[in-house]
């Protein structure tokens, strides 16, 4: 080594800045950050940052083979056709946690999306009448109830008669949908209630683009809020804090993507034939251009938000989420500290069932009513989106939001391929390669990081 510009030793390098290195490259100045020291001060998940590029790049190539799909209403079509999946897999997170599976999800939320269905037509109009404000409160209130109790009866089998999950949950896919069979006498049954359709979409069933921008601008606040708050938890405890730049970054790209989704729900409008009903029932004089109504954010995919919140924070800062994991993780541990582990595993199947009621209202408030091949399938996709989120099999591993990302990962090739004219085999092989590639690169990168 000398310290002669320009000269080098036998290695190839020398001390002096503008020479090279053995590869002719020059080095990086001492001090400066390399990108992946960016991403790394940020916190940022890299598995989930890697699915939202996914994410991205799967809407730029639809987009690219046809550029009508990116237009805001199909947008919002793909948002309330993701919502039932995605409701379902933030409960399938926990499921896979604990070590289990649930193979019925599909049929549950076909079973009960039939029973609101002969609830409304067949029972209503009998009892409390059509014109009974309450009448989609009750219906929604029995399906929560019948859910939590196939939840039960399933967990119950599971955690104390200790007959596997897997065995279970697939008799449960064939003996619900036999029910519904049974139940329904083998039609379509229908109509829902106008009022309980509001929460499956369309124009009605959204909240409106003065009420989207208010909500838009609640939860911007609020995620500001919940990254000083952090911070200031860091320091008060003591813990590394981020850069003020990577809070800063981490801020804006948070309440830039809310607003945007906000700005893109609003730039649908009512039809104007629905827009000029709605004009004649409320004594409005309709413009020369006609009446522009916003249509703003679908109450779908308002539930599938609050139901994300719900679940994080049942899983981050409840017991019970913390019992789940635990037990995922080791269940011999989790037992020997004290947890009730067969009550933690009844429990998670119980809320599976909710999740389920509110899955089928979404569904069959979309169609309108209760049909034979309502949730078929669903198993399958919702099992993939949380698989996919990067929930373990292994148990203990799995978070909310990359169940959420998971989901829209599986509907965006399931919508985007439909819409570009690929018939069902075909999207299914599609989406049988990505499960495939996504868990074994999965599996590698787990081994290689050991």
């Not at 916190?43 to 890697?50: K, P, V, Y």
């Not at 009508?68 to 399938?92: D, E, K, R, Y």
């Not at 029932?281 to 954010?297: S, V, Y």
């Not at 009621?357 to 069959?364: L, R, W």
Request: proline content about 5%.
């Amino acid at each position: 080594m000398t310290d002669v510009a320009g000269t080098t030793d036998v290695a190839g390098t020398t001390d002096v800045a503008g020479t090279t290195d053995g590869a002719g490259k020059l080095p990086a100045p001492e001090g400066r950050p390399s990108i992946g020291d960016l991403i790394r001060a940020t916190e940022i998940d890299l598995r989930l940052f890697g699915m939202v590029l996914a994410l991205v790049v799967i809407w730029v190539g639809l987009g690219w083979a046809n550029p009508v799909i990116l237009q805001p209403v199909n947008f919002l079509t793909f948002s309330v056709q993701a919502a039932s999946t995605a409701v379902l897999a933030t409960g399938m997170v926990l499921v896979i946690v604990s070590r289990n599976i649930d193979l019925s999800v599909g049929s549950v939320v076909g079973l009960i999306g039939m029973g609101y269905a002969v609830f409304m037509a067949d029972i209503v109009p009998t009892t409390i009448g059509l014109s009974n404000p309450v009448g989609w409160i009750i219906a929604l209130a029995l399906g929560v109830l019948f859910g939590a109790l196939i939840g039960a009866f399933q967990g119950f089998l599971i955690a104390y008669a200790e007959i596997p999950s897997f065995v279970v949950t697939l008799g449960g896919l064939l003996g619900f949908r036999g029910l519904i069979w049974q139940f329904s006498g083998g039609t379509t049954v229908a109509p829902n209630l106008p009022t309980f359709n509001l929460l499956g979409g369309g124009p009605e069933g959204s909240l409106g683009g003065i009420w989207a921008w208010l909500l838009g601008a609640l939860l911007s606040a609020a995620a500001v809020l919940l990254l000083i708050n952090a911070r200031r938890t860091r320091r008060k405890y003591g813990f590394p804090l981020r850069p003020m730049w990577a809070e800063a970054a981490i801020a804006a790209v948070s309440v830039g993507t809310i607003l945007a989704g906000v700005f893109v729900s609003n730039s649908y409008h009512w039809p104007p034939g629905l827009a000029t009903q709605y004009a004649v029932a409320h004594g409005i004089t309709e413009p020369p251009g006609g009446l522009q109504i916003e249509a703003g954010i679908p109450i779908p995919l308002l539930i599938v938000i609050a139901v994300t919140i719900a679940m994080t924070f049942l899983t981050t800062r409840r017991r019970f989420g913390r019992n789940v994991f635990a037990y995922g993780g080791n269940p011999v541990a989790a037992e020997l500290a004290g947890i009730n582990t067969r009550w933690v595993v009844m429990r998670t199947f119980i809320l599976m069932g909710i999740l389920c009621a509110i899955s089928a209202a979404i569904a069959s408030a979309r169609l309108n009513g209760g049909t034979l091949d309502l949730g078929q399938g669903y198993e399958l996709y919702v099992i993939a989106a949380a698989v996919i989120g990067g929930t373990s099999f292994a148990g203990g591993i799995g978070t909310i939001p990359g169940a959420i990302l998971g989901a829209l990962v599986m509907q965006s090739l399931q919508y985007g391929l439909g819409f570009l004219g690929f018939n069902s085999p075909q999207v299914n092989m599609v989406a049988a390669v990505v499960l495939v590639a996504v868990v074994g690169i999965d599996q590698w990168n787990r081994r290689r990081s050991r």
